[in-house]
């Protein structure tokens, strides 16, 4: 059984500037007490195309952690634009957020984000250059998915990154709904709301994420 259960997620200060960083507010069960700590990861995946533009975000050490409900502020700077390709900086992509405990992946949260320009007409004629300055950063707060593994609690290391999506455990959250998201993300998932392949726009980058053991999918 697992020891730690995140029991909800708030995307805070959503739809932001490019520039601004990330805040999630997570808020998580743990059953017992640990003695190690919780690793927390913010993955921004800089390309549909390959992991290799996948940028660690932030990570943070949580504990030792006390039996009982828990909540923190998880907030990272934002990707570094130099490291996004020209051709996805705008449109939709994917920021990931994941828990290890000694060495072990057990859940890891995934979020549709939608980057496109608050001007109407340079979303209608964007230019040949991406402008950060420019853009708008809207996730899909109301649609996460989320996985869970089976990890050993007692000794670790044992799932490892390499087996963990055979073992993966898909299942619904109670998630905050956050502000209303732009039609263009929220178009880009209708078509797969109950299919958990996760087929849009990012789909090259889903099937590099789940190689690379950074998909998407959902835990309770």
């Not at 995934?110 to 809207?138: C, H, Q, S, W």
């Not at 455990?169 to 956050?178: P, Q």
Request: aromatic share 8%.
């Amino acid at each position: 059984m697992a020891k730690v259960h995140i029991t909800n997620v708030v995307v805070l200060d959503n739809p932001s500037s490019f520039h601004n960083p990330f805040q999630f507010e997570l808020t998580f069960e743990c059953i017992e007490e640990l003695k190690e700590d919780l690793e927390w990861k913010m993955i921004y995946v800089g390309s549909a195309e390959s992991e290799e533009h996948d940028q660690v975000l932030d990570t943070i050490y949580v504990g030792p952690v006390p039996e009982g409900r828990h909540i923190f502020v998880f907030q990272a700077d934002p990707p570094d634009v130099s490291k996004i390709p020209e051709a996805d900086a705008v449109g939709v992509t994917i920021v990931l957020l994941t828990c290890s405990y000694r060495g072990q992946e057990f859940v890891r949260v995934g979020y549709y984000v939608n980057n496109d320009y608050a001007d109407p007409e340079m979303r209608e004629n964007p230019p040949p250059k991406p402008i950060f300055d420019k853009l708008t950063r809207n996730i899909l707060a109301s649609k996460p998915r989320v996985t869970r593994f089976k990890i050993n609690w007692d000794f670790g290391h044992t799932n490892g990154n390499s087996n963990g999506l055979e073992n993966g455990h898909h299942d619904e959250m109670m998630v905050e709904d956050g502000p209303s998201t732009s039609e263009a993300a929220a178009a880009a998932v209708t078509h797969q709301d109950d299919d958990n392949s996760l087929a849009m726009p990012v789909e090259n980058g889903i099937k590099a994420l789940n190689e690379n053991s950074n998909s998407l999918a959902m835990e309770c």
